[in-house]
Structures are given as C-alpha cells and as structure tokens.
C-alpha cells in the first residue's frame, strides 16, 4: 500500500489562497493528481499531472483552470496544488492519488488505487 501524505488544508476567506502538499515517501508516481469531495456530492477530478518532469502536461477541471496551479518536486517526491482566488464553491475535502501509467479515464475516481487521507479545505464568504 502506498502511503500518501497530504497536508495544507485550512479555512480561509473568499479570495483567500491555499497551497495543498502531497508526498510520497521514497518512490516516484509518472502520474499524481488531485481529487476533492463536497459533502453530498461526488469526488471529482481537480487536476491530474502526465509525467514527473518539470512542464508536464497538467489537465485541470473547469473550474480549476486559472486558479490552480499543480506542481511537483521530484526531489523530495511531494506534488502541490496552489489555490489562488478560493471560492465558497472550492469547500471540499481534497485527496491526492497517484498510478503507475496514464489511463484514458483520468478523470474518473475509480481508475486510480492509491489515495491520500485527504484534507479539508473550507472557504467562507
């Protein structure tokens, strides 16, 4: 089992920013993202990166685009998720996965066996 470790939840303001942190202790991912769940609703996709080279292609959800931005440091294995201009609609507990190879349904939670415990990310207006 994988062990996932994600910190930098919190609760901020609208307008607020956020920087999600992920690490995965002594191995590399080609592929790690980032999911969220709002209460009531399902998981869904935030941003998935393709590859652990700097400039790797990072797919981002609609509502993700322009606001977020998902980096990673090979160096120590930790992938992040910048979250700037957070809106209320951004509540949600946010989860890292990682796999092995790209798979065509990225965007789907089911595809990816690996999460993190997640955390809570809470914006108030």
């Known amino acids: 089992q994988v062990q996932l470790a994600e910190s930098g939840g919190g609760s901020v303001q609208a307008g607020d920013s956020l920087r999600l942190s992920c690490a995965v202790p002594g191995r590399t991912f080609d592929i790690m993202g980032w999911f969220r769940q709002a209460p009531g609703k399902e998981r869904e996709l935030v941003a998935v990166?393709?590859?652990?080279?700097?400039?790797?292609?990072?797919k981002y959800s609609d509502s993700a685009k322009g606001r977020f931005t998902m980096s990673r440091d090979n160096g120590v294995n930790t992938a992040y998720l910048q979250m700037n201009n957070l809106k209320v609609e951004d509540t949600a507990t946010y989860f890292c996965?990682?796999?092995?190879?790209?798979?065509?349904?990225?965007?789907?939670?089911?595809?990816?066996?690996?999460w993190g415990q997640g955390t809570q990310v809470t914006v108030s207006s």
């Open positions: 990166q393709r590859g652990s080279w700097r400039g790797a292609n990072v």
């Open positions: 996965v990682v796999r092995t190879n790209w798979h065509v349904h990225y965007f789907d939670p089911n595809v990816y066996e690996n």
